[in-house]
């Protein structure tokens, strides 16, 4: 399942009864913990990733054994070569990036990231994304097909190590890196 979001408390609700005992969790953009304290507990492994300092030193004083932090930008390739130094998949990867700013952005770190570690569930909260679904609707059949149930996009995954560093290095015609 992949869920889109914008509501915060909505968020945590989602993330606090989806996570499942002994769940891998990958939890990009966390700032302060408030979301991830709703499920951290219960989780086998926690990886929260973010770029701040403010968040670098809330997880630095969070004492959980289940937990790492990973402090790097999400669109770079050596952060998601650190996680994978921790763990090489996960049940849940949730993606709280500006709320409602860059959706394509989010979209493009999350399809990646996903395609990566291939969660079961996935959830991205943007305000954008979520218009952008309302609004949206597939008017070519050929694509309109069942798809398996998962929080990742089964024709979008990872062929190689080199496409995957490839497409993140196509981020620097949108973002400065």
Known sequence: MISIVYDVN???????????????????????????????EKTKLTVVVDKSEQSKDYF????????????????????IKRVLQITKNCNFLAVDMGGGRYPDTVFKVWAVW??????????????GLAEFLQKAKIE????KKKFE???WLSEWGRAAPYKLKKQLEEFEFWVDV
């Not at 909505?10 to 499920?39: C, F, Q």
């Not at 004492?63 to 999400?74: Q, T």
């Not at 996903?114 to 305000?127: E, Q």
């Not at 070519?140 to 694509?143: A, L, M, P, R």
Request: zero cysteines; glycine letters at 6%; proline letters at 3%.
């Open 10 to 40: 909505r968020y945590r609700k989602i993330l606090e009864e989806w996570i499942k005992r002994n769940d891998i969790v990958i939890e990009l953009g966390p700032h302060t913990g408030k979301s991830t304290v709703h499920y951290l």
């Open 60 to 79: 630095k004083n969070l004492k959980s054994e289940n937990l790492k932090f990973v402090k790097g930008d999400v669109r770079s390739f050596d952060t």
């Open 114 to 127: 996903s395609g990566i570690f291939k969660p079961k569930n996935s959830i991205i909260r943007n305000r």
């Open 140 to 143: 070519d059949k050929s694509i």
């Open 149 to 151: 149930d998962s929080g």
